[in-house]
Each structure stands twice: as C-alpha cells, then as structure tokens.
C-alpha cells in the first residue's frame, strides 16, 4: 500500500473521532489522527503562527510598558524574577506539555480524550504546587534574606500557576484540531493584556508586580470564555484502567525532558544570571531589551512546534519514514530562508525600530541587536531536528545537545561576559545556539537517521517476502 503524505494526513476528515473545527465529538473512544477539517494546511499554520503572535505579543506589551515607565535596574529585576518562570515553565513543558503532545498524537491517540482528562487533573495540582512553593519560598526569604524579595518575585508566585495553564489550554486545542480556538484563546489573551496595562497606567500602578496579575487575567479570561470548547469524552472512562503502565512510560519519558529544562536555560537564560553576578540588573535591562527584539522568529519555530511535532510523531509511530523525512526537510528549509531574512532586516531597520519602541533610553545598545539577530539563524537546523528528535521520543538526545551547549555558556561565555560585558554575553549566546545545532545534527545523524534507515530497510524486506 503506498505510503500517505503529509497533504492526505493533514486534509483527512477524521469521521471516526468526529471531532471538528467546533470541537464536537461523537465517540471519545477515538482521538485524532491530525487533520484539520475545514481549514487548509496553509491556514492551520496561519492560525499557529496568530496565536504565538498574540500569546507572546501580551509578554511584549508588558515589556515594552516596563522597559518605557521604569528605570533599568528595576526592568532588570523583573527580567531576572521572569527568568524564574522560564524555569518552571522548562520543567512544567516537561512534566506536561511535552509528553501529552507527543503521546496524544502517537501511542495514546485512540484514547485521546481520556489521556486529556488525565492530562487536566494533572496540571491542577502541578500549578497548586507551584503557587504554594513560591508563596513559601517569598515568605521564607522575606524571614531571613528580604532583599532577594522583589515585588515582581511577589507577583510571579501568585499568578505563576495561571501562567503555566493557559499554554496547557493552548496545547489541548491544537491536539484537538482546533488551531483557531488556540489563536482565538490568545487574542482573548492579548486584549485583556493590553487592556489591562492601559487601566494600571491611568491608576498609575504599573509595576513589576501589577503587570504580573495582568498577564494572569488575560489567561483567566480566555479559559473562561473559551473553557466550554474543551472536550474530554466520557468522563466514566478512566485512561489509566486501558494504560495502567502509564505513568512509568511517562517517567521514562518525560525524566530526559526535566533533564533538558535544567540544562536549556544556560542557552539563553542562563546568560541574564550571568550578566547579573559579574555586571548589574541594569546590563541585563540592556541585554533583554535587544533580546526580546529576536523573539518573534523564535516564537514562529514554536508556533509551528504545535502542528509540526504531532504530525511528524504520527508518521514515525506509523512507520513512514519517507513522510517523516520529507516534513522535516521541508521545516528546515523554510526555516533557514525565514531566519536569514529577519537577520537582514534586523539590520536594515532595528536602530529606528529600538528608539521609538523604547523612547531613545536604549539607543546606545543597538550594536547588540545586530548580533542577536543571527542568533535564530544558527538555531534554525537545530530547532527542527529537536522536533525530530522529540517525535521520535528521543529526549535524551536533546537533553545531550543542551548540555553541550551549556558546557560552551560557562567554559567560554562567562569568560566572554567578563572580558567583553553585555556583547560579550550576545557572542556566548551565539556561541551557545551554534553548539546546540551541532550536537543535535550529530545526534540525528547517528542515531535517529540509522534507525529510519533500518526501518526502510525492514519494510522493503518485508514486501519482497509479502511477494514472493
């Protein structure tokens, strides 16, 4: 039987699942196969690409409003207190996010809407968890270190479980071929957002802290709009009465993943911390202010993450390998071509973009903008072959590559810090994201690409016995 394409995947119309652009199901013992009914391909990836826009875009107002109203040190120290959430946020997609996006669309996508329901019960007491823990831990610094107490610390331990949920909220839509409600959650998300800051500004409130509650209320308010379109089958099914073996599965799976989210943050994050001990809050204002400038191509690579990792899970759980390959050969291509033209405009129009954006208070860092632009580019390869890898549930392989990269951030980006200041730590960025491709091209080389060989190898085998 020839083997189906990505077109005939992503256009099949699932009568089984019954599930729609609505959402309605009729038969919860099915879970998708990632196809998107009544929408192109070209749309369900417009539809991604919004609602990363307008998800981020929120983080960005909140930036931009701080970065405009608050002096450097104290944007530094919301930069620092956020960098906190990217942990946590690291170890939630670990804990969550990853394995159900993986899972959902290979081993468990007939029982799909069960493995949701699991999947939310979970989240609810991970983010409790983590809003306890933070609360704690203001109290117990508060006690015996108050100055490590900031406001945006504050801010972040009551909302942080609000945050972490409203990506779980996205990420059950798109498993459920529903790419526009997740765009349409985020623009909900968005509005609330902008409007929020705007109330905050008039009542002259806008802080580190505020703009914390204000990210939260985007998220409250999209999920409470929103929530109803959730579908979780019939709730008398219990997926762990059909997958009794499932969270060591998950243990197995996911114990890489927390691995990886530990080591990731020394890729860029840890470049902020850095900064910090051997500069000052307001280097690393400087730093994130040019950085956040680059985030819009990263966040593409993750827009396209939601609907490029199922689908290449689904051709790899299936065996079909020439599907496989062909999607991620595609991804790598248009993800060069998209990065190379953002470094170029970056270039060509960033200084005037940074001194209206940021009212000439950053002018004089432009230089490292033009640095940072490059670094999607040297990530861009290595980008699609984590989704790869991720598909072909070999975290470890990632987790590899994120400790390589690490390695090149303290053995020669923290000496770069020191000798060079705030560019110094753009060229260890730089530095950091060549290493991480590179390690995670060998990875695949030899050992994912050795696999889909054999697996060709095995099928031809099989149809030559099939017709002798």
């Known amino acids: 039987m020839p083997e189906p394409t990505i ?30 009914p009544a929408t192109s391909k070209l749309i369900s990836v417009a539809y991604s690409l919004l609602d990363q826009g307008f998800s981020v875009g929120g983080g960005f ?38 394995p159900y996006m993986v899972y959902g669309a290979g081993r468990y996508r007939e029982r799909f809407h069960e493995y949701s329901r699991l999947v939310a019960r979970g989240n609810i007491w991970i983010a409790t968890s983590v809003t306890a823990f933070l609360l704690t831990t203001c109290l ?9 107490v900031s406001r945006a610390f504050v801010g972040l331990a009551l909302v942080a479980g609000v945050l972490l949920s409203g ?9 459920q071929h529903q790419p526009f409600l997740a765009a349409l959650s985020s623009l909900i998300y968005f509005i609330t957002v902008a409007c929020g800051l705007i109330v905050v500004s008039q009542l002259k409130l806008l802080n580190s802290f505020s703009v914390f509650l204000v990210l939260a209320s985007g998220w409250i308010t999209a999920a409470l709009i929103l ?38 943050q020394f890729t860029t994050q840890g470049y902020y911390w850095i900064v910090a001990y051997f500069l000052s809050a307001k280097d690393v ?48 291509i248009a993800s060069l071509i998209a990065t190379a033209i953002f470094a170029l405009v970056a270039r060509a129009v960033g200084r005037p973009v940074v001194h209206v954006l940021y009212a000439g208070k ?18 861009a390869i290595g980008h699609t072959l984590n989704s790869a890898l991720i598909a072909a549930e070999k975290p470890q392989l990632v987790f590899f590559a994120f400790v390589c990269s690490g390695i090149a951030t303290f053995g020669v980006g923290v ?32 050992r994912v690409n050795r696999h889909l060989s054999a697996m060709v190898a095995g099928s031809q085998q099989v149809s030559e016995i099939e017709t002798i």
């Open 7 to 36: 077109d005939e995947i992503v256009h099949e119309t699932p009568v089984k699942s019954g599930i729609g652009l609505k959402g309605e199901g009729t038969d919860s013992t099915k879970g998708p196969r990632f196809s998107f």
């Open 61 to 98: 107002l909140v930036n931009v409003a701080l970065v405009r109203a608050q002096t450097k040190e104290e944007y530094g120290l919301f930069v620092l207190s956020y960098s906190v959430f990217n942990v946590l946020m690291g170890l939630y997609t670990a804990a969550v996010l990853e």
């Open 140 to 148: 117990v610094l508060s006690k015996v270190a108050p100055h490590l």
């Open 167 to 175: 990506h779980l909220l996205r990420r059950i839509f798109y498993l």
């Open 227 to 264: 929530g109803r379109k959730l579908r979780f089958g019939d709730k008398r099914k219990s997926f762990l009465q059909f997958e009794p073996n499932y969270w060591r599965i998950h243990w197995d799976y996911s114990k890489w993943v927390f691995l990886t989210a530990c080591v990731f």
């Open 285 to 332: 204002a400087e730093l994130r202010a040019m950085y956040i400038l680059v985030t819009p191509v990263e966040q593409a690579f993750i827009a396209m993450v939601y609907l490029i990792v199922p689908a290449l899970a689904a051709h790899y759980t299936a065996k079909r390998v020439r599907a496989y390959r062909s999607l991620w050969e595609r991804y790598a």
């Open 362 to 379: 950053y002018d004089t860092v432009v230089p490292i903008l033009f640095l940072l632009a490059f670094l999607p580019f040297l990530m």
């Open 415 to 446: 000496p770069l810090v020191m000798r060079f200041g705030v560019q110094g730590a753009a060229y260890g960025m730089l530095l950091s994201g060549a290493t991480y491709t590179a390690a995670l091209a060998l990875a695949f080389i030899f």
